[in-house]
């Protein structure tokens, strides 16, 4: 915050709309083509910046920086734009403020996009960018505060998770201003002194400044950082998955180890990486093919189904179980089985971004500069051609350079782990931190491996199963 | 969200096609078939709304794969005997792969037609 010019930005009260505004007009110039542009996916910017560019500076400003997607975040300009008219009259439900519905949609979603082939379909696309706005205006002109944010998104689920891995972190910079500080501007918005209106607001997410730790929930929305009145929360420099070896209560969040539905959070980001990634390689045609006649059915989601229970339920019950068990027998750990695993899962969410972030820029780098002549095709298709005709042969990185890319960012990941593995068993088997640490770390190998050999697969861009 | 997916997939039989002029007709042939990762090779019988053979037809092949960021192949077709022609490229990669014939008949008329070659196999 104190860098110049971007520090100035972030402080100034409208960075949000500044930055919120041009992704906005993205997303529709984004609808508008993927509705009525080219039918051929990598001819419309829909598909092409979605499935390529999106996901990949999505990634890696996750890994660079911090959660500033969600803070450019186009869908809350125009809830925020709604709630000019609509006030929300109801709290978030109760049984409901946790991570299990946005946990289902994520699901969904990456369901969605095998069995329909979304990256494929502009059409479908758009749809879904529609979709999200609508869903946006739905749960957010019902509900108070940034209840779709916090319980329901779940791109914004994605980035929470990632966001742990991130070197910068909004909070605060003196402990000691909070404590001497009476009206909790932070969380309580700044208010005019008479009518007590809220003049700028205070967090929509329940993150308390003071007692913070960490990404988990955050939005980046700076909303905190301006309502400060003695401008002691910045966006500052901190150490990458720090947050997932320590567990202190945490504002709005409660503790790491007892939010069940945070840690299936973090084992769906994992394994759902490896699964999404399974989805785009040879041998899952081989293994379609086989669960197709095994089931004796034609119809993929099915197949599908049978593939998702096994990844995302029935794979880590055998691994993390089998972790905590050796665990519990060799360590001596005091926790049950299940604490074990609520409280060993966040030390796989730096594998899973590795995986993440390997499968996304492979299609961000090898598909680099085919943004060019798919927007120089669209302008030319309004018949102005102001950037010439489309250069069809510019496309991106080769691909044996990116896979060196690709392979550091799951060397990365594993390390990662293995280092938030060792924090967690230093703290929870303090005399025998390498027994509880093996299981663990057993784990993540299995995972690395099998990540690896997808990375080694031979692709295929296929939007057919079951052959064919 | 949910409801937007649930849409999804009940109407996903739904999505919209496009229908072709009927000016012309094309039949077409892949070889290897089924195809196959490396060169490959296309004829086409083109014929006109009442079954004749229609030559001195100028014919780009533009391949392009299901997925966006990836770059399309381009080949010129060549004429071989009455209403036939045949292009030579090659598919890059395994998967699906859409072939887009823009065909610029004797009389100047452009027509395209878009031929679907899924699950091309790596070798």
Same mark, same amino acid.
């Given at each position: 915050m104190r860098v110049p010019v971007v520090g100035d930005l972030f402080r100034w009260r409208y960075a949000r709309p500044f930055l919120q505004i041009p992704v906005f007009v993205l997303s529709i110039i984004m609808i508008v083509h993927g509705l009525f542009g080219p039918t051929l996916a990598p001819k419309n910017l829909a598909t092409t910046l979605s499935w390529l560019h999106f996901r990949g500076i999505l990634v890696l400003v996750l890994l660079c920086a911090g959660n500033f997607f969600c803070l450019a975040c186009p869908f809350m300009l125009v809830r925020q734009m709604a709630r000019r008219f609509f006030r929300p009259r109801f709290n978030w439900p109760r049984a409901l403020r946790n991570k299990w519905i946005s946990i289902g949609l994520f699901v969904l979603i990456l369901f969605t996009y095998e069995l329909f082939d979304l990256w494929s379909s502009p059409w479908w696309t758009a749809w879904l960018i529609i979709a999200y706005f609508?869903?946006?205006?739905?749960?957010?002109?019902?509900?108070?505060?940034?209840?779709?944010?916090?319980?329901?998104?779940?791109?914004?689920?994605?980035?929470?998770?990632?966001?742990?891995?991130?070197?910068?972190?909004?909070?605060?910079?003196?402990?000691?201003v909070c404590t001497r500080c009476h009206t909790k501007d932070c969380i309580r918005g700044r208010r005019e002194p008479i009518s007590d209106l809220v003049t700028i607001r205070g967090c929509e997410l329940a993150l308390f400044q003071p007692s913070k730790v960490g990404n988990m929930d955050c939005t980046f929305c700076l909303d905190c950082v301006h309502a400060c009145p003695y401008d002691n929360i910045g966006i500052l420099s901190r150490l990458p998955a720090s947050e997932l070896i320590v567990d202190p209560i945490r504002s709005g969040i409660g503790y790491f180890s007892r939010r069940k539905d945070?840690?299936?959070?973090a084992i769906v980001f994992t394994f759902g990486a490896l699964?999404?990634?399974?989805?785009?390689?040879?041998?899952?045609?081989?293994?379609?093919?086989?669960?197709?006649?095994?089931?004796?059915?034609?119809?993929?989601?099915?197949?599908?189904?049978?593939?998702?229970?096994?990844?995302?339920?029935?794979?880590?019950?055998?691994?993390?179980?089998?972790?905590?068990?050796?665990?519990?027998?060799?360590?001596?750990?005091p926790r049950a089985l299940l604490p074990l695993v609520v409280r060993y899962s966040y030390s796989l969410v730096p594998l899973g971004f590795g995986m993440w972030l390997a499968h996304y820029c492979f299609h961000f780098l090898t598909g680099l500069y085919t943004l060019i002549p798919v927007t120089q095709n669209a302008i030319a298709s309004l018949g102005w051609p102001l950037l010439g005709q489309p250069r069809w042969s510019l496309t991106g990185l080769p691909a044996n350079v990116v896979q060196v890319i690709e392979i550091g960012f799951l060397v990365l990941g594993l390390a990662g782990s293995l280092v938030v593995i060792y924090g967690l068993a230093e703290d929870d088997s303090p005399n025998k931190p390498m027994r509880a640490f093996l299981p663990w770390a057993a784990v993540c190998l299995i995972l690395w491996c099998a990540s690896m050999w997808l990375m080694f697969q031979p692709m295929e861009m296929r939007a057919t199963m079951m052959s064919g | 969200m949910g409801l937007a997916c649930a849409a999804i997939l009940l109407t996903?039989?739904?999505? !919209? !096609?496009?229908?072709?002029?009927?000016?012309?007709?094309?039949?077409?042939?892949?070889?290897?078939?089924?195809?196959?990762?490396?060169?490959?090779?296309? @004829?086409?019988?083109?014929?006109?709304?009442?079954?004749?053979?229609?030559? @001195?037809? !100028?014919?780009?092949?533009?391949?392009?794969?299901?997925?966006?960021?990836?770059?399309?192949?381009?080949?010129?077709?060549?004429?071989? @005997?009455? @209403?036939?022609?045949?292009?030579n490229f090659e598919f890059q990669m395994a998967g699906d792969w859409v072939l887009l014939l823009h065909i610029t008949l004797p009389g100047g008329e452009k027509v395209e037609r878009q031929i679907d070659v899924r699950g091309v196999r790596r070798n």
């Open positions: 609508v869903s946006v205006l739905v749960v957010d002109g019902f509900f108070k505060h940034a209840s779709f944010c916090k319980f329901v998104c779940p791109i914004g689920q994605f980035n929470f998770v990632a966001s742990t891995l991130s070197p910068f972190e909004v909070k605060v910079r003196e402990q000691d945070l840690a299936a959070l699964l999404n990634a399974f989805g785009m390689v040879s041998p899952v045609y081989a293994l379609e093919n086989w669960l197709g006649r095994m089931l004796h059915v034609n119809h993929e989601a099915p197949v599908l189904g049978v593939i998702f229970t096994f990844s995302l339920i029935a794979e880590p019950i055998l691994l993390l179980g089998l972790a905590a068990v050796l665990t519990r027998a060799w360590a001596s750990s | 996903a039989g739904c999505s !919209r !096609r496009v229908a072709p002029p009927a000016l012309v007709a094309v039949e077409h042939e892949i070889s290897p078939a089924p195809a196959r990762v490396g060169p490959a090779t296309i @004829g086409f019988k083109l014929t006109d709304a009442a079954g004749k053979p229609i030559t @001195g037809a !100028r014919i780009a092949v533009e391949a392009d794969m299901s997925h966006a960021g990836m770059g399309p192949v381009f080949a010129d077709a060549k004429e071989e @005997g009455a @209403g036939g022609y045949k292009a």
